[in-house]
């Protein structure tokens, strides 16, 4: 199970914290990664990580590059997307996702991933 929360609206160049709670049993082996969908838009993947490793295999969509930071919380196993400099380009919609057999080519690809949480939304004004 994956639980989004930390959604709101917020000012221009403002920043927010996402976090998904996961169930470390279930998902310590995969993949999770943050998606966003704007109305009318479809769903893309903005960052991802693989708990536990390095920050090597993390990955960013190009538009979130240096102002979107994701991590993890091993004590809650959350795992969380600092969003700095927000822009309303942002407002969305974000979810988050576990899967597995994702890699730095492929990481956004939405079949990838069997599990979502039901989402939290951002929106920036």
């Known amino acids: 199970q994956l639980v989004e929360s930390g959604g709101g609206v917020v000012q221009l160049v403002e920043s927010l914290r996402l976090s998904c709670h996961t169930s470390a049993n279930n998902f310590g082996n995969k993949r999770v990664t943050w998606f966003r969908q704007a109305p009318g838009n479809e769903r893309q993947g903005v960052a991802s990580?693989?708990?536990?490793?390095?920050?090597?295999?993390?990955y960013y969509a190009d538009s979130v590059k240096g102002r979107f930071t994701i991590s993890e919380d091993f004590a809650t196993s959350t795992i969380l997307l600092l969003m700095d400099r927000l822009k309303p380009e942002d407002t969305a919609m974000y979810y988050c996702?576990?899967?597995?057999?994702?890699?730095?080519?492929?990481?956004?690809?939405?079949?990838?991933?069997?599990?979502w949480g039901q989402g939290t939304q951002v929106t920036v004004s």
């Open positions: 990580i693989y708990p536990g490793r390095s920050p090597t295999y993390h």
């Open positions: 996702a576990a899967g597995s057999g994702a890699n730095r080519d492929n990481w956004s690809k939405l079949s990838l991933y069997r599990y």
